[in-house]
């Protein structure tokens, strides 16, 4: 042996903002699409992070659940007859332009260093995980307050 630990973690930084991969600005859209404003907000807040402004992933937070509590409700009070696709296309496009205000400078600029993104793919995988979990936590609700 040459005298070095072959234990010893490796001297760099795992992870830089840098050269992390970040999710590109249709990722919070698919996400949204499938899992909810929750699944969006999900999306954001892990670029957030990786972008270094953990001060706005309280606010994303927010807005996420208030949104998808108004929807909620909203569901329950309005008549049956009435299309959801206007309700779903505000929530997909409410979630792309507020992460475009948030950081759309900073995806250009990592995309220009040669930054990395991931696959829409692995977004509507998260979206659709944050819909089974709507799911199993809404069904015994809406059973719950269903008429006998």
């Not at 040669?114 to 709507?134: D, H, K, P, T």
Request: charged content about 10%.
């Amino acid at each position: 042996m040459d005298g070095q630990n072959p234990f010893q973690p490796p001297a760099a930084p795992l992870q830089d903002s840098d050269t992390a991969r970040l999710y590109s600005l249709r990722a919070v859209g698919w996400a949204t699409l499938f899992g909810s404003p929750l699944a969006g907000a999900f999306i954001i807040t892990k670029n957030l992070r990786l972008l270094g402004r953990a001060a706005d992933i309280r606010k994303t937070w927010a807005l996420a659940v208030v949104l998808s509590v108004v929807l909620m409700g909203l569901s329950f009070v309005l008549p049956d007859n009435l299309s959801a696709t206007g309700f779903t296309v505000a929530q997909v496009m409410g979630m792309y332009f507020y992460a475009k205000s948030l950081y759309e400078t900073s995806l250009s600029q990592h995309g220009e260093k040669g930054g990395a993104f991931y696959s829409n793919w692995r977004a509507v995988g998260i979206g659709l995980l944050f819909m089974a979990g709507l799911l199993i936590a809404m069904v015994p609700v809406v059973i719950w307050l269903m008429p006998a």
